[in-house]
T-cell receptor, first 113, second 109 residues
Framework: SQTIHQWPATLVQPVGSPLSLECTVE??????LYWYRQAAGRGLQLLFY??????ISSEVPQNLSASRPQDRQFILSSKKLLLSDSGFYLC????????????FGSGTQLSVL | RKEVEQDPGPFNVPEGATVAFNCTYS??????FFWYRQDCRKEPKLLMS???SGNEDGRFTAQLNRASQYISLLIRDSKLSDSATYLC??????????FGAGTRLFVKA
């Protein structure tokens, strides 16, 4: 069966520090991968999606970047965190574009202080 | 106007009650519709898809009204364990999946 792993679960970082969140999927190949952010009391906002290695699409301009160095690995990064980067970050996957259902990792609660 | 709008609640209901949530969406070209459940500080999990003909899964019934562009979720015989935030989700094709901000439900003994 397929599983998705995301870490760390919580992270407290100072403003201006770098960020690296990692997500891996097991039990499948060539998944579509996504990074979402959920601010307190708000809906999930799609940040990035990827349909293959090295292929990254950004949905909103921001202080973050994403990379997909391997088929089942998706990384969210920032060189310098801002206070506004605080939120709940969720990695998700789908088997393909035709698949409609998203499967989420357990999330990372990021607090930038 | 938000692409997907939900009443944030909270809905406070006693055990055994029936509760209904509505959600409206703005894109008439939307193709797929879902309800997800999210517990506090946890990831969203798929509760059920929503089909044009309406569909039921145990105590949960989902309906879609394309003409009026709204989706509903009905929960019968509420349990304490139903307490969560319910997210309305709309997919418009491609990779664009839009999440509502969620409706909070508290079921009390």
């Amino acid at each position: 069966s397929q599983t998705i792993h995301q870490w760390p679960a919580t992270l407290v970082q100072p403003v201006g520090s770098p960020l690296s969140l990692e997500c891996t999927v097991e039990g499948t190949s060539n998944p579509n991968l996504y990074w979402y952010r959920q601010a307190a009391g708000r809906g999930l906002q799609l940040l990035f999606y990827s349909v293959g290695i090295g292929q990254i699409s950004s949905e909103v301009p921001q202080n973050l970047s994403a990379s997909r160095p391997q088929d089942r690995q998706f990384i969210l990064s920032s060189k310098k965190l801002l206070l506004s980067d605080s939120g709940f970050y969720l990695c998700a996957w789908t088997p393909g574009q035709s698949s409609e259902k998203l499967f989420f990792g357990s999330g990372t609660q990021l607090s930038v202080l | 106007r938000k692409e997907v709008e939900q009443d944030p609640g909270p809905f406070n209901v006693p055990e055994g009650a029936t509760v209904a949530f509505n959600c409206t969406y703005s894109n008439s070209a939307s193709q797929s519709f879902f309800w997800y459940r999210q517990d506090c500080r946890k990831e969203p999990k798929l509760l059920m898809s929503v089909y044009s003909s309406g569909n039921e899964d145990g105590r949960f019934t989902a309906q879609l009204n394309r003409a009026s562009q709204y989706i509903s979720l009905l929960i019968r015989d509420s349990k304490l364990s139903d307490s969560a935030t319910y997210l309305c989700v709309v997919k418009s094709g491609g990779f664009k999946t839009i999440f509502g901000a969620g409706t909070r439900l508290f079921v009390k003994a």
